[in-house]
């Protein structure tokens, strides 16, 4: 920076060299104090004619730095008799030093003094060394002493010495701060003499360097000041102007001895005592820079100095202040105890006193006197008014002045302060940034609360703070919105409207609650579940608007929209997990167990559970609504992961609270409930399934479910299922499908494995009275249903089964006990035996290893056979899928093994096909065997056994049979790949078919094939012998599936109706495959053999009752070419 000349430096300069010449014959350079009020006005006109003499701004400040530094450098200059030639290169202030006259520090220190410049002084002054900063303070105090001293001289000692206590401004612009360093940078330079000027000696870094210059003078301030001051006390005039030096004095001494660290006050008391010293200044305007200026001396009076004193001691600097006090009481001033200087004593005493009295025995009489002093001022108690307490925060707010983060927490937490509704109104409107914090938020939530909750509130002003404040709480972070949202859950549930509110601010919320949902449902809730992230990001934010005003009433449109709300679920879910302050709202719990029952009880829920239950109680919801509370419950139950930093939230609600909020209650009074048995045992299979997709912390979230009675609810459940289709049409209690029960079978398994875990994890002595009881319970329901609790008995019971299952059974005594049913009496063991091996995998392989079965008495298998043929039919109406397929494959298992003789007849042929069918005897053995199975079941003796829904049950299981025949199928003979060129060679003519069926049961009318199809072999087939054995068994495949056809048929039409829809549906699965086979397969069959297998499959189509199902099949017959 160079300073260079203009029109303001050459008045400044006419204004030097007019006053040189009043000094005539003398000059500046060597006039007197008592001269400059002689010949200091033109320099002081000058200087006020360039800054001006209205408010001070920040170039009339720079004007002023500039004019102060330059006669100091000018006076340095002289002093060390610069060399021009050097100056003009090096010093940026040449231009202006030399049009000037030469002075000397009279004319410094007077212009200072007089143009109130003492914190531009002390501004330069703190840019230098300390030891030099002693210097020019000794220079300063000797001057001051120089006659005439007059009270003028004492008021600017003390200036530069409090702002030296300030300390630094914050610079308000580069300019004025380079422009000290410049002057730093300077000094140094002229301070040294020629011989000893480095390179580096102009630097700001090298200013240390001065400390040799100085070493044997006196660097503490403190001590300088003070004594300095002592000196002074005979020109001490005026009571002002001793409680200025006392009250300046004892901060110094405080600041220097007494702390170490800032006090840091709180502002509440900050802005008392601001408040009680603007209330001295009753002429005065209020403006920032008064309060600005208040503010640095409160900062002042309680940071540590930087000076430290390294020569005067704490005693002696004490004594020179009592001293000067008993000079004061000695001269009996009468002081008016209003003025600014009276009150900023008493605090400086109170502060000095307080420190003081840590130690009770130190400086006893130095602290009486300063008590009397306190006592003399007798100062009245004075708190301001609220308006004013007002007013002052509201300029520290409104300018951002020192400490105004924590003025806006006070002003927020002040409820009395909105009384005056315009100036408070008018803060909050102009600083909506300032209160930008969640704590201060919550705050103005309460003053807002207050107000709408009193009589005769101003509706509209109380609508436009609530937009203010909803306003703020928008420009938050997320992560502070969730601080607020959880803040403002712990004031009240229902936010601003947790007492009775007017109709009119009611209504208003209700229509932002319902824009907002309205946009993020068209916006984004019926689209796919892949949000975009400013589409969830702008839904966040509305949502969490909304919520903070009234969390209940959003998380239950929330809940609404995700039920019902097509494709809702999803977005609503991610809202719900970038809001967890919303769903933290839990009671108080009491987590004891009982070892009896299991139970543990957690009082209090999530607000979030709540609005769940309200959405659903007293509703009947469609399947699609079930299902999307089922998902939407199963997204709040998941953990949100936050993949930076690693960060893991916590779900929006924990799988125990979804248990004990809508499983539990539900279970318990299944009959009272609108959320039906299926639907709270999805619920529960989605909560376990949580618990397998994250690790389980250690006691499992389970045991505070009362995992024991709910293992029996689930039980009865289980329990009613073996006979749901004996359930009388009025029973309370509806279970309608079979997938129940495969659900129940499935949670059972999952929440015994998990009990179990827990009981073997400790001490078996802590759970037995538990397991007691549950086993006990166990005595009420079927004897299978222990099984399926397995886990949970480990090995403290054994096994027990009818005793009629020990006679076809060989079971060691160790671990199987019989029970005494009167339902299972003699010859009911094959029944007992299929059951169990219905129930699961390894008990089915214990029941096929310990079969009593003597395989060389021929007589022994065909009554095991014929007996097995009656228990399947009485077990299968009640098996469940999983069942069933336990079931089927031990009837596999028994075929294959021999144990189990299911004689082929040629219901459907005249004569055999000369095929190789061994490959395909079990699928051929299995068909037969539930065609007889169902001609039992469709026989008059049991045909009144199921209800319509049990007849369709056992229609689609008896489908499930079929389809895993195909499957056999498809894995013995692979379809080629497409385009893969197959031949095929006919191992044999394609079967004659005869009508023999059942009479007893239907009358299929079938044509038979032409003897010539099946006595026409072909000459050149019987000379490849060879290459026919290893042919694809293509042909085997057509008739198991012609067998397969024909005994889907057979039993769809004795199926009472004969319009079950899973028999049509397989039916067109085999005829599909079997025109797969054909196409892959040309050779398989020639044209007269296609013409006539179509001819006998319409023939057996024709039998069926349902028309539009019959067309169907025959239409699908016709393609097969």
Same mark, same amino acid.
């Given at each position: 920076?160079?300073?260079?000349?203009?029109?303001?430096?050459? !008045?400044?300069?006419?204004?030097?060299?007019?006053?040189?010449?009043?000094?005539?014959?003398?000059?500046?350079s060597?006039?007197?104090k008592?001269?400059?009020?002689?010949?200091g006005?033109?320099?002081l006109?000058?200087?006020?004619?360039?800054?001006?003499q209205?408010?001070p701004?920040?170039?009339?400040?720079?004007?002023?730095?500039?004019?102060?530094?330059?006669?100091?450098?000018?006076?340095?200059?002289?002093?060390?008799e610069?060399?021009v030639?050097?100056?003009?290169?090096?010093?940026?202030?040449?231009?202006?030093?030399?049009?000037?006259?030469?002075?000397?520090?009279?004319?410094?220190?007077?212009?200072?003094?007089?143009?109130a410049?003492?914190?531009?002084?002390?501004?330069?002054?703190?840019?230098?060394?300390?030891?030099?900063?002693?210097?020019?303070l000794?220079?300063?105090?000797?001057?001051?002493?120089?006659?005439?001293?007059k009270?003028?001289?004492?008021?600017f000692?003390?200036?530069?010495?409090?702002?030296l206590?300030?300390?630094q401004?914050?610079?308000?612009?580069?300019?004025?701060?380079?422009?000290?360093?410049?002057?730093?940078?300077q000094?140094?330079?002229?301070?040294l003499?020629?011989?000893?000027?480095?390179?580096?000696?102009?630097?700001r870094?090298?200013?240390?360097?001065?400390?040799?210059?100085?070493?044997q003078?006196?660097?503490?301030v403190?001590?300088?000041?003070?004594?300095?001051?002592?000196?002074?006390?005979?020109h001490l005039?005026?009571?002002?102007?001793?409680?200025?030096?006392?009250s300046?004095?004892?901060?110094?001494?405080?600041?220097?001895?007494?702390?170490?660290?800032e006090?840091?006050?709180?502002?509440?008391?900050?802005?008392?005592?601001?408040?009680k010293?603007?209330?001295t200044?009753?002429?005065?305007?209020?403006?920032?820079?008064?309060?600005?200026?208040?503010?640095?001396?409160?900062?002042?009076?309680?940071?540590?100095?930087?000076?430290?004193?390294?020569?005067?001691?704490?005693?002696?600097?004490?004594?020179?202040?009592?001293?000067l006090?008993?000079?004061?009481?000695?001269r009996?001033?009468?002081?008016?105890?209003?003025?600014?200087?009276?009150?900023?004593?008493?605090?400086?005493?109170?502060?000095?006193?307080?420190?003081?009295?840590k130690?009770?025995?130190e400086?006893?009489?130095?602290?009486?006197?300063?008590r009397?002093?306190?006592?003399?001022?007798?100062?009245?108690a004075?708190?301001?008014?609220?308006?004013?307490?007002?007013?002052?925060?509201?300029?520290?707010?409104?300018h951002?002045?020192?400490?105004?983060?924590?003025?806006?927490?006070?002003?927020?937490?002040?409820?009395?302060?909105?009384q005056?509704?315009?100036?408070?109104?008018?803060?909050?409107?102009?600083?909506?940034?300032?209160?930008?914090?969640?704590?201060?938020?919550?705050?103005?939530?309460?003053?807002?609360?207050?107000?709408?909750?009193k009589?005769?509130?101003?509706?509209?002003?109380?609508?436009?703070?609530?937009?203010?404040i909803?306003?703020?709480?928008?420009?938050?972070?997320?992560?502070?919105?969730?601080?607020?949202?959880?803040?403002?859950?712990?004031?009240?549930?229902?936010?601003?409207?947790?007492?009775?509110?007017?109709?009119?601010?009611?209504d208003?919320?209700?229509?932002?609650?319902?824009?907002?949902?309205n946009?993020?449902?068209q916006?984004?809730?019926?689209?796919?579940?892949?949000?975009s992230?400013?589409?969830l990001?702008?839904?966040?934010?509305l949502?969490?608007?909304?919520?903070?005003?009234?969390?209940?009433?959003?998380?239950?449109s929330c809940?609404h929209?995700a039920?019902?709300?097509?494709?809702?679920f999803?977005?609503?879910?991610?809202?719900?997990?970038e809001?967890?302050?919303?769903?933290?709202?839990?009671?108080r719990?009491?987590?004891?167990?009982?070892k009896?029952?299991?139970?543990?009880?957690?009082?209090?829920?999530?607000?979030?559970?709540k609005?769940?239950?309200?959405? !659903?109680?007293?509703?009947?919801?469609?399947?699609?609504?079930?299902e999307?509370?089922?998902?939407f419950?199963?997204?709040?139950?998941?953990?949100?992961v936050v993949?930076?930093?690693?960060?893991?939230r916590?779900?929006c609600?924990?799988p125990q609270e979804?248990?004990?909020?809508?499983?539990?209650?539900?279970?318990?009074?299944?009959g009272?409930?609108?959320?039906?048995?299926?639907l709270?045992?999805?619920?529960?299979h989605?909560?376990?399934?949580?618990?397998v997709?994250?690790?389980a912390?250690?006691?499992h979230?389970v045991?505070?479910?009362?995992?024991?009675?709910?293992?029996? !609810?689930?039980?009865?459940?289980?329990?009613?299922?073996?006979?749901?289709?004996?359930?009388?049409?009025?029973?309370?209690?509806?279970?309608?499908?079979?997938?129940?029960?495969?659900?129940?079978?499935?949670?059972?398994?999952?929440?015994?494995?998990?009990?179990?875990?827990?009981?073997?994890?400790v001490?078996?002595s802590?759970?037995?009275?538990?397991?007691?009881?549950?086993?006990?319970?166990?005595?009420?329901?079927?004897?299978?249903?222990?099984?399926?609790?397995?886990?949970?008995?480990?090995?403290?019971?054994?096994?027990?089964?009818?005793?009629?299952?020990?006679?076809v059974?060989?079971?060691?005594?160790?671990?199987?006990?019989?029970?005494d049913?009167?339902?299972?009496?003699?010859?009911?063991?094959?029944?007992?035996?299929?059951?169990?091996?219905s129930?699961?995998?390894?008990?089915?392989?214990?029941?096929?290893?310990?079969?009593?079965?003597?395989?060389r008495?021929?007589?022994?298998?065909?009554?095991f056979?014929?007996g097995?043929?009656?228990?399947?039919?009485?077990?299968?109406?009640?098996?469940?899928?999983?069942?069933?397929?336990?079931?089927?494959?031990?009837?596999?298992?028994?075929?294959?093994?021999?144990?189990?003789?299911?004689?082929f007849?040629l219901?459907?042929?005249?004569?055999?096909?000369l095929?190789d069918l061994?490959?395909?005897?079990?699928?051929?053995?299995?068909?037969?065997?539930?065609?007889?199975?169902?001609?039992?079941?469709?026989?008059?003796?049991?045909?009144?056994?199921?209800?319509?829904?049990?007849?369709?049950?056992?229609?689609r299981?008896?489908?499930?049979?079929?389809?895993?025949?195909i499957k056999?199928?498809?894995?013995?003979?692979?379809?080629?790949?497409?385009?893969?060129?197959?031949?095929?060679?006919?191992?044999?003519?394609?079967?004659q078919?005869s009508?023999?069926?059942?009479?007893?049961?239907?009358?299929?009318?079938?044509?038979?094939?032409h003897?010539?199809?099946v006595?026409?072999?072909?000459?050149?087939?019987?000379?490849?012998?060879?290459?026919?054995?290893?042919?694809?068994?293509?042909?085997e495949?057509?008739?198991?599936?012609?067998?397969?056809?024909?005994?889907?048929?057979?039993?769809?039409?004795?199926?009472?109706?004969?319009?079950?829809?899973?028999l049509?549906?397989?039916?067109?699965?085999?005829?599909?495959?079997?025109?797969?086979?054909?196409?892959?397969?040309?050779?398989?069959?020639?044209?007269?053999?296609?013409?006539?297998?179509r001819?006998?499959f319409?023939?057996?189509?024709?039998?069926?009752?349902?028309?539009?199902?019959?067309?169907?099949?025959?239409?699908?017959?016709?393609?097969?070419?």
């Amino acid at each position: 920076m160079t300073l260079t000349l203009n029109k303001d430096s050459a !008045v400044l300069q006419g204004a030097f060299l007019q006053a040189d010449k009043l000094c005539h014959p003398s000059s500046l350079s060597s006039i007197q104090k008592a001269d400059w009020s002689q010949v200091g006005y033109p320099i002081l006109q000058a200087v006020r004619q360039i800054c001006g003499q209205d408010e001070p701004n920040l170039e009339a400040l720079t004007w002023k730095k500039r004019i102060v530094c330059a006669v100091w450098l000018k006076l340095l200059c002289t002093e060390a008799e610069e060399d021009v030639e050097e100056a003009w290169r090096e010093n940026p202030f040449f231009s202006l030093l030399n049009s000037l006259p030469k002075v000397n520090y009279v004319v410094l220190l007077e212009l200072v003094k007089s143009t109130a410049a003492a914190h531009i002084f002390s501004s330069f002054l703190l840019h230098l060394p300390q030891p030099q900063i002693c210097a020019e303070l000794e220079r300063l105090t000797k001057h001051m002493m120089r006659d005439p001293t007059k009270e003028d001289d004492v008021h600017f000692f003390l200036e530069v010495w409090w702002e030296l206590w300030k300390g630094q401004a914050e610079p308000t612009e580069r300019e004025v701060e380079s422009m000290e360093m410049m002057f730093a940078n300077q000094f140094a330079h002229l301070s040294l003499k020629p011989s000893s000027i480095s390179p580096q000696a102009s630097k700001r870094l090298k200013l240390d360097s001065l400390d040799l210059f100085a070493s044997q003078e006196n660097t503490d301030v403190l001590h300088i000041l003070l004594h300095a001051l002592k000196n002074m006390t005979s020109h001490l005039s005026s009571v002002e102007l001793f409680f200025k030096a006392l009250s300046i004095s004892l901060d110094a001494f405080y600041t220097s001895f007494l702390i170490d660290q800032e006090v840091a006050l709180p502002a509440k008391e900050k802005l008392h005592i601001l408040c009680k010293v603007i209330s001295t200044r009753k002429n005065e305007k209020l403006r920032p820079e008064l309060i600005q200026k208040f503010q640095r001396d409160l900062h002042a009076s309680n940071s540590p100095s930087r000076f430290k004193p390294n020569r005067i001691g704490q005693s002696e600097a004490l004594r020179v202040i009592t001293e000067l006090t008993q000079i004061w009481q000695e001269r009996g001033f009468v002081h008016d105890s209003s003025t600014p200087s009276a009150l900023q004593l008493e605090q400086s005493v109170q502060r000095v006193l307080t420190a003081l009295d840590k130690d009770k025995d130190e400086a006893v009489a130095e602290k009486n006197v300063l008590r009397g002093l306190l006592k003399l001022l007798a100062l009245p108690a004075t708190d301001g008014s609220t308006e004013a307490h007002l007013q002052v925060t509201s300029t520290i707010i409104s300018h951002r002045l020192e400490d105004y983060e924590n003025f806006v927490t006070l002003f927020a937490s002040e409820t009395s302060w909105a009384q005056f509704d315009e100036l408070w109104m008018e803060c909050l409107e102009k600083n909506p940034t300032a209160f930008r914090q969640h704590s201060t938020l919550i705050s103005l939530s309460s003053t807002l609360m207050n107000k709408l909750h009193k009589e005769n509130s101003n509706i509209s002003q109380s609508r436009k703070l609530m937009k203010i404040i909803a306003d703020i709480f928008s420009s938050l972070s997320i992560e502070d919105k969730n601080k607020a949202l959880a803040a403002m859950l712990r004031l009240s549930s229902r936010g601003f409207f947790g007492c009775s509110v007017p109709p009119a601010v009611t209504d208003g919320f209700e229509k932002e609650l319902n824009m907002a949902f309205n946009c993020i449902i068209q916006g984004g809730g019926r689209a796919s579940e892949a949000v975009s992230q400013g589409n969830l990001t702008t839904a966040v934010s509305l949502v969490g608007r909304v919520a903070f005003q009234n969390p209940e009433a959003t998380l239950r449109s929330c809940c609404h929209s995700a039920v019902f709300n097509k494709g809702a679920f999803s977005l609503i879910a991610k809202i719900l997990q970038e809001l967890p302050g919303l769903l933290r709202q839990k009671g108080r719990k009491d987590r004891k167990h009982s070892k009896e029952t299991g139970r543990s009880t957690e009082r209090g829920s999530s607000l979030l559970c709540k609005c769940l239950q309200e959405t !659903v109680r007293n509703k009947s919801l469609s399947v699609s609504e079930k299902e999307q509370f089922l998902k939407f419950l199963a997204l709040l139950m998941l953990p949100d992961v936050v993949y930076e930093g690693e960060e893991k939230r916590q779900s929006c609600l924990t799988p125990q609270e979804v248990v004990n909020t809508f499983i539990l209650p539900n279970l318990s009074a299944l009959g009272h409930s609108n959320v039906e048995a299926e639907l709270s045992l999805q619920l529960l299979h989605t909560a376990l399934s949580v618990d397998v997709q994250q690790p389980a912390p250690s006691p499992h979230w389970v045991l505070e479910c009362s995992p024991f009675p709910l293992l029996y !609810v689930l039980a009865q459940l289980y329990n009613q299922t073996l006979r749901c289709w004996e359930q009388h049409p009025e029973s309370p209690i509806h279970l309608h499908s079979m997938d129940t029960k495969e659900l129940l079978v499935s949670v059972l398994t999952t929440l015994g494995q998990v009990v179990g875990a827990e009981v073997a994890a400790v001490a078996p002595s802590s759970w037995s009275r538990s397991l007691f009881w549950l086993y006990n319970k166990m005595e009420e329901l079927d004897w299978t249903v222990r099984f399926h609790l397995k886990p949970v008995w480990g090995q403290h019971f054994k096994n027990e089964v009818p005793s009629s299952l020990l006679a076809v059974c060989e079971l060691p005594e160790q671990e199987w006990s019989c029970l005494d049913l009167p339902q299972y009496g003699e010859g009911t063991g094959l029944l007992a035996w299929m059951e169990c091996c219905s129930v699961s995998d390894s008990l089915q392989s214990i029941m096929l290893s310990c079969l009593s079965l003597d395989q060389r008495r021929l007589d022994h298998v065909s009554m095991f056979s014929k007996g097995l043929l009656v228990v399947l039919t009485q077990t299968l109406p009640w098996c469940s899928v999983s069942q069933w397929t336990r079931l089927l494959r031990a009837l596999r298992e028994l075929i294959t093994s021999g144990r189990l003789n299911v004689p082929f007849s040629l219901e459907y042929v005249d004569y055999l096909p000369l095929l190789d069918l061994r490959r395909f005897s079990c699928e051929l053995r299995l068909s037969v065997l539930l065609l007889r199975v169902f001609q039992l079941l469709c026989g008059s003796s049991c045909s009144h056994w199921l209800s319509a829904d049990g007849w369709a049950h056992v229609c689609r299981l008896y489908a499930h049979a079929v389809r895993e025949m195909i499957k056999s199928l498809k894995a013995k003979l692979p379809l080629p790949s497409p385009g893969t060129a197959t031949v095929s060679v006919s191992l044999s003519p394609k079967p004659q078919v005869s009508g023999h069926l059942n009479p007893a049961l239907t009358t299929i009318k079938a044509p038979k094939m032409h003897k010539d199809a099946v006595n026409a072999p072909q000459k050149s087939k019987e000379s490849h012998m060879e290459e026919e054995v290893e042919a694809a068994p293509n042909q085997e495949v057509l008739f198991v599936l012609s067998q397969l056809y024909c005994h889907v048929q057979h039993i769809q039409v004795m199926m009472p109706g004969g319009q079950s829809e899973p028999l049509f549906l397989c039916s067109l699965e085999v005829l599909s495959h079997y025109e797969a086979i054909m196409a892959a397969f040309p050779d398989s069959c020639s044209p007269l053999e296609s013409d006539n297998t179509r001819l006998f499959f319409s023939t057996i189509t024709d039998n069926l009752n349902n028309q539009e199902m019959k067309a169907v099949l025959q239409q699908k017959i016709t393609q097969l070419v």
